[in-house]
């Protein structure tokens, strides 16, 4: 057994006395020790197609599965972005809504307001305010496509709309039954 008092003082830069469990790890390890450090021996490497003539390659990985947080990520940008003026519910009672010049609309009445089917089309066109819906969103409304496409997406659109869907699906989780 190796003694732990000889292991804390190699650790500190102690010197350690020769013990005889000590010599027969050093004599059975050694070599391979040397090898490791000399990188002889297996690499680390993974064999490639072209190391392993007559075989075919691995298969390709299949792609990610959609991100289990994608709700986490709605509702975060919704209160970041939304809940100032829709409030944290939704409901149109958010801290700013006393000095906008007009009432900001209960969200989880969408899908009532329309039959009882959530449009997402239609909400995520409000939401991104870019090619708006008439009589829908307004002036009032800021136009989240662009804010979405800032530094933090590194400008880049398609997770500027990826984020926009988020907070459409979130949108859906507030409705109302």
Not at 68 to 77: F, H, K, L, Q, S
Not at 105 to 116: E, F, V
Not at 126 to 148: C, E
Not at 161 to 175: D, F, G, S, Y
């Amino acid at each position: 057994m190796i003694d732990p008092t000889s292991i804390k003082a190699a650790a500190v830069g102690g010197v350690v006395a020769r013990s005889p469990a000590r010599e027969v790890v050093m004599r059975r390890l050694g070599p391979v020790l040397a090898l490791v450090v000399l990188g002889v021996g297996p690499s680390a490497r993974p064999a490639s197609p072209a190391d392993r003539p007559g075989q075919a390659p691995p298969p390709a990985l299949s792609p990610a599965p959609p991100s289990p947080v994608a709700g986490v990520a709605g509702a975060y940008a919704f209160r970041t972005h939304c809940a100032s003026c829709h409030g944290a519910d939704g409901r149109g009672e958010g801290p700013m809504t006393a000095s906008l010049r007009f009432q900001p609309p209960d969200l989880t009445l969408i899908a009532k307001r329309n039959g009882g089917a959530f449009p997402a089309d239609r909400v995520e066109r409000i939401v991104d305010g870019r090619s708006p819906l008439k009589g829908h969103g307004g002036p009032d409304m800021p136009i989240w496509g662009d804010a979405f496409k800032n530094a933090e997406t590194g400008y880049d659109e398609a997770q500027a709309r990826a984020k926009i869907h988020a907070v459409v699906e979130h949108l859906r989780t507030l409705q109302s039954h």
